[in-house]
């Protein structure tokens, strides 16, 4: 008698990224939480190979058809069946590296796959190859830790190039010069020469803390530089590699989690254990210096049980399939916390609290992708200045700070219009309605004032209020007392 055998062959197919894919549907990160997002919100669980763990960065790759293929916590590389991968015992990345590893589809033969990873505290850039010709149990590892650059900064993303076909990895060099590494993979795969740009502020051996990404578009690329309290845009060529610096924005206390909104005009940095909005539609000093939100700031007692550095706490922002944002919350209460609309300004993006409840406390890092797996709009065009320029958040010789948005529902998250001077003082302020009705005035003289949004004990409606504040300027400007005039917008 004959018999039928059938075989089962695993094969998965890379195709050019073009629009949103499947390949971020599943995350892994924690110390064993899996993610899934086929559908909303996504379900988590905790299938996750006994052992894993990380601190900070992580990477997970699906199919085509958004089932989890690999996940790494830089140290060690896992198949969907929670095996270690032949030869992926001891990979070249850390589980304290901000972004210590990344995913990356060869581009030319659908059974490669590229893993690059970074040592923490200026340590190497590498890459292995797993190789799943034989199927994805059977998976292996090729060109173990082949070192391309021997020190750069714990930064990596990567973005497609102007031909579809490529997929452009982007590192931070420290050691020898201060230079962004830009290689090329496309079908002939990994060039190891890098396109060098010397642009931007240096990171120094120990000093290379914080996160980088691409606008989904591919034509910006922001760096958090935690050490030095900035944040770097750049424009970046999809043709050539290069890249220019646009502008740094300095007094961001220890920025780390960094993400664009989908249509790239937004840029989201938790920072000091805040979260921050910054608007880059006009790339002009004062347009983004007071076009800047505070979208949730954690309490001390909050971040106590988060990454403490230097008083302070951080997390990775990361983008999903659905054109979420999702960062975890305070340690504690084992979640994701949510902003649903990444586009729209203020209060108005859509913070939910405890959007997705995990099965355990999450830590700092959230899985890195290739940016164009998220192309939402690629109708944005930006009209980049000549000249880079700096945007200094904190108030320059005595000025005080005047916010331009306040949301005083009770949630303990931008209350209060608070004004506050460094080197100045406030000596009187009026606050007025649309009909001119004075809803708030003190003539105290402070360095700090503030107002809870209520007139007559009650909260005002929503609504756009003019101010006018005298304040005494510092003794270096003068010490002239002056009128300060503007509006602040209430939202509730």
């Known amino acids: 008698m004959k018999k039928l055998v059938i075989c089962f062959f695993y094969v998965w197919f890379w195709t050019p990224l073009n629009g949103q894919s499947l390949y971020s549907n599943v995350w892994v990160f924690g110390d064993g939480i899996k993610l899934d997002f086929k559908t909303t919100p996504p379900i988590a669980n905790s299938d996750v190979a006994t052992g894993y763990v990380s601190l900070e960065g992580v990477a997970s790759l699906s199919d085509i058809n958004g089932n989890l293929l690999f996940y790494t916590n830089g140290v060690k590389v896992w198949n969907r069946f929670n095996q270690v991968v032949t030869n992926g015992g001891q990979l070249l990345g850390n589980t304290s590296s901000s972004q210590s590893s990344l995913f990356v589809p060869h581009p030319g033969d659908k059974n490669l796959i590229y893993l690059f990873t970074i040592v923490e505290e200026g340590g190497a850039l590498a890459y292995s190859i797993i190789d799943t010709s034989l199927g994805l149990a059977n998976a292996s590892i090729l060109n173990l830790n082949t070192i391309l650059m021997p020190s750069v900064s714990e930064k990596i993303t990567a973005v497609k190039g102007s031909d579809p076909n490529t997929i452009w990895i982007v590192a931070h060099n420290i050691a020898s010069e201060n230079c962004y590494l830009s290689y090329k993979i496309n079908l002939g795969g990994l060039d190891s020469t890098p396109v060098k740009s010397y642009s931007g502020r240096s990171e120094t051996l120990g000093s290379g803390w914080g996160c980088m990404k691409f606008s989904s578009n591919g034509k910006i690329l922001a760096t958090a530089l935690l050490r030095e309290n900035a944040v770097e845009l750049f424009s970046f060529d999809d043709v050539t590699g290069n890249l220019k610096l646009i502008c740094t924005i300095h007094d961001i206390i220890q920025p780390y989690g960094i993400?664009?909104?989908?249509?790239?005009?937004?840029?989201?940095?938790?920072?000091?254990?805040?979260?921050?909005?910054?608007?880059?539609?006009?790339?002009?000093?004062?347009?983004?210096?007071?076009?800047?939100?505070?979208?949730?700031?954690?309490?001390?007692?909050?971040?106590?049980?988060?990454?403490?550095?230097?008083?302070?706490?951080?997390?990775?922002?990361?983008?999903?399939?659905?054109?979420?944002?999702?960062?975890?919350?305070?340690?504690?209460?084992?979640?994701?916390?949510?902003?649903?609309?990444?586009?729209?300004?203020?209060?108005?993006?859509?913070?939910?609290?405890?959007?997705?409840?995990?099965?355990?406390?999450?830590?700092?890092?959230?899985?890195?992708?290739?940016?164009?797996?998220?192309?939402?709009?690629?109708?944005?065009?930006?009209?980049?200045?000549?000249?880079?320029?700096?945007?200094?958040?904190?108030?320059?010789?005595?000025?005080?700070?005047?916010?331009?948005?306040?949301?005083?529902?009770?949630?303990?998250?931008?209350?209060?219009?608070?004004?506050?001077?460094?080197?100045?003082?406030?000596?009187?302020?009026?606050?007025?309605?649309?009909?001119?009705?004075?809803?708030?005035?003190?003539?105290?003289?402070?360095?700090?004032?503030?107002?809870?949004?209520?007139?007559?004990?009650?909260?005002?409606?929503?609504?756009?209020?003019?101010?006018?504040?005298?304040?005494?300027?510092?003794?270096?400007?003068?010490?002239?007392?002056?009128?300060?005039?503007?509006?602040?917008?209430?939202?509730?």
């Open 259 to 492: 993400e664009f909104s989908n249509n790239g005009q937004l840029l989201y940095v938790f920072a000091d254990g805040s979260l921050k909005q910054f608007d880059f539609s006009e790339f002009e000093e004062s347009f983004i210096r007071n076009n800047t939100n505070e979208i949730l700031s954690f309490k001390n007692d909050e971040c106590s049980h988060g990454f403490y550095l230097g008083g302070t706490c951080a997390r990775s922002i990361q983008k999903a399939k659905n054109g979420r944002l999702y960062f975890g919350g305070p340690l504690s209460d084992s979640s994701l916390w949510e902003i649903t609309y990444p586009d729209l300004k203020g209060s108005s993006c859509g913070l939910i609290k405890r959007s997705v409840v995990l099965p355990q406390k999450t830590k700092f890092g959230l899985p890195n992708f290739v940016t164009s797996y998220f192309n939402f709009d690629t109708s944005v065009k930006y009209q980049f200045p000549i000249d880079s320029f700096d945007v200094y958040l904190k108030p320059l010789d005595g000025e005080p700070f005047i916010p331009n948005v306040f949301t005083p529902n009770g949630d303990r998250l931008n209350d209060q219009f608070e004004i506050h001077c460094t080197e100045c003082e406030i000596e009187g302020i009026q606050i007025f309605n649309r009909w001119g009705t004075v809803v708030f005035s003190s003539n105290t003289s402070s360095t700090s004032i503030k107002w809870d949004g209520l007139y007559s004990g009650a909260p005002v409606v929503e609504g756009l209020y003019y101010y006018l504040i005298k304040v005494k300027e510092s003794a270096r400007n003068g010490g002239a007392s002056v009128i300060k005039h503007g509006v602040v917008n209430v939202m509730q």
